[in-house]
C-alpha cells in the first residue's frame, strides 16, 4: 500500500517487490484519465466531483481468481473493493482514501466498516491519528475510527513508523498508512516498511500467510540489553506537560499516549536479538542509507 508519482516507478515496485495486491489512496483518477498496467488489473474509485484528487484505487496481478466488489464514491470516504478467492475462502480487499476536512464519527466508521462485508482487508489513508497504531498524537477522528474498529471486532495493523516524510524541516514525518483487518489472526499478518523513494509517502507491505508467520514474543518490554539511558531521554522527549486536561477525553487520550510512550520508548532502547538465516533480504548498507535518507527528508 503507498502513493507513487508515476505509472512506471508503480510498475517496476510490483513487479521486482512481487506484489500479488496493493492498495493505492489518494489517486488523482477521473472517468476520462486513468492508467492500465500489463500483467495487472486495476479498479479505481474516483472523486464525486470527477476532479483529479482524492481517489482510491486496487491493483490485482493477472492470474488472481478475483471480481469486482462495491465501490463507495461519496465526500467523506472513496473505497474500491474487490473480492479474492483463496484456499481458506473470499477475502475481501479495500483501498480508501478519507479527506481531513469532514468531521467523522464513530458510526460514520462502523457504516463503512459494515459496508465491507466478510473476512477483509482496508488500508489507505483515512486522516486519522491514535497513539495506538503509532501515531505521535491522537486527534478526533482517531479517537473515532478506534472505538467503531473496536466495536466491530477489527485488528490495526502497522509498522508504528512514520509512512509520510514532508519535504518541509519544519514539519516531523508522521504515520498515514495502516491496515484493518476483520476475522484474520495477527498471527498469520505480517507489516513491514518499503523502501521507495519515489515519493515522499513510502509504503508499507502487508503479508498474509497460510501458516504463522509472526511467533508470540516474550511481553517484556525490555532485556538484559535494554540501554535505559536512551530509554529515559526517549521518554522525556516524547512527553509534553503543556497538555490541558480538561475533560474526560482529553485525560484518555494522554494516558493512552503515555502507555504507548513508554512501549515505542523501551523497544526503540531494547535491540532484537534474532538467529542469522539463509536467504538475500537486501543489502545492510542499502537499508541503512534508506533510513538516513528518510530521517533526513
Known sequence: MGSYNTKES??????DQNIDVSLISKTHFTRELYIKLRGFEVYRT??????AKGGSAVIIKTGISHYEDIKIETEEFRVTSDKIKT???TLTVAAIYSSPRHNLKRLDYLSLLQSVTGTFIIGGDLNSKNTYWGSRLTNTKGRELYQAARGYHCEVHTTGRPT????DTNKIPYLI???VSKNLS???I???EGFDLDSDHSPIVLTLSETIIKKGRNTSLSSSFTDWDLFRVTVVNRINLRVALTTNDELEDEVQKFVTDIQHSAREATPLVTKKGKGFLSPLLYRHSITDYK???
Open 186 to 188: 495477527t498471527r498469520f
Open 87 to 89: 484456499p481458506s475462502g
Open 10 to 15: 508503480l510498475l517496476v515496485t510490483l513487479v
Open 190 to 192: 505480517d507489516v513491514t
Open 164 to 167: 509520510y516524510w514532508p519535504a
Open 295 to 297: 530521517y533526513l527528508r
Open 177 to 179: 498508512y495502516f491496515f
Open 46 to 51: 474516483i472523486h464525486p466531483s470527477n476532479c
